[in-house]
T-cell receptor, first 115, second 112 residues
Framework: GQQLNQSPQSMFIQEGEDVSMNCTSS?????WLWYKQDPGEGPVLLIA?????ELTSNGRLTAQFGITRKDSFLNISASIPSDVGIYFC???????????????FGQGTILTVHP | DTAVSQTPKYLVTQMGNDKSIKCEQN?????MYWYKQDSKKFLKIMFS???????INETVPNRFSPKSPDKAHLNLHINSLELGDSAVYFC???????????FGPGTRLTVT
């Protein structure tokens, strides 16, 4: 089945630093999504990417859909303490039309921001 | 108004019991999903319903039975609960292939 490798698994940074994380896949996805999960909460959608090569920003967050459609990255600029959480990439593919929108998730990146 | 809501938030029960988790979305989406998050935070699809019709069943034991009374609701019933069923279960909704999905707050199930 489809697998996503997300890296790094964890990051410890100082407030104000920039952060970068990425996901790579063994197969093509048609949509890439980035989520953030806070403790005890559900994943919250940060950015959605729909076209290969697309670069999208949401405030201090920027994400790109790789040209090969097998990868995506998320950058966070000027991190702040509330950026702490787990960040997930998720890919959505057609898989011959049988997947009907199911998301395949990366393993998550745990972000810790030191004030 | 909460877009995707789940009840209960926490569920503690004993092995062998039967329990249900309810999910409702007010986004007008056609497709709803159940995901399971294990202790290592890995999220995996379980089921998907589109307009009350089962679309995806990802090799989930048949002790798990989703039911969708209408396209705004997708409930998850679990029979004969086992220790390994302990996890956080998330409901999500979306417009289907090619669209983003929105997640509920999760239900933490603990089987003792």
């Amino acid at each position: 089945g489809q697998q996503l490798n997300q890296s790094p698994q964890s990051m410890f940074i100082q407030e104000g630093e920039d952060v970068s994380m990425n996901c790579t896949s063994s197969s093509i996805f048609n949509t890439w999504l980035w989520y953030k999960q806070d403790p005890g909460e559900g994943p919250v959608l940060l950015i959605a990417l729909y076209k290969a090569g697309e670069l999208t920003s949401n405030g201090r967050l920027t994400a790109q859909f790789g040209i090969t459609r097998k990868d995506s990255f998320l950058n966070i600029s000027a991190s702040i303490p509330s950026d702490v959480g787990i960040y997930f990439c998720a890919g959505q593919g057609n898989a011959g039309g049988t997947s009907y929108g199911k998301l395949t998730f990366g393993q998550g990146t745990i972000l810790t921001v030191h004030p | 108004d909460t877009a995707v809501s789940q009840t209960p938030k926490y569920l503690v029960t004993q092995m062998g019991n039967d329990k249900s988790i309810k999910c409702e979305q007010n986004l007008g989406h056609d497709t709803m999903y159940w995901y399971k998050q294990d202790s290592k935070k890995f999220l995996k699809i379980m089921f998907s319903y589109n307009n009350k019709e089962l679309i995806i069943n990802e090799t989930v034991p048949n002790r798990f039975s989703p039911k969708s009374p209408d396209k705004a609701h997708l409930n998850l019933h679990i029979n004969s609960l086992e220790l390994g069923d302990s996890a956080v279960y998330f409901c999500a909704s979306g417009q289907g292939v090619g669209y983003e999905q929105y997640f509920g707050p999760g239900t933490r199930l603990t089987v003792t």
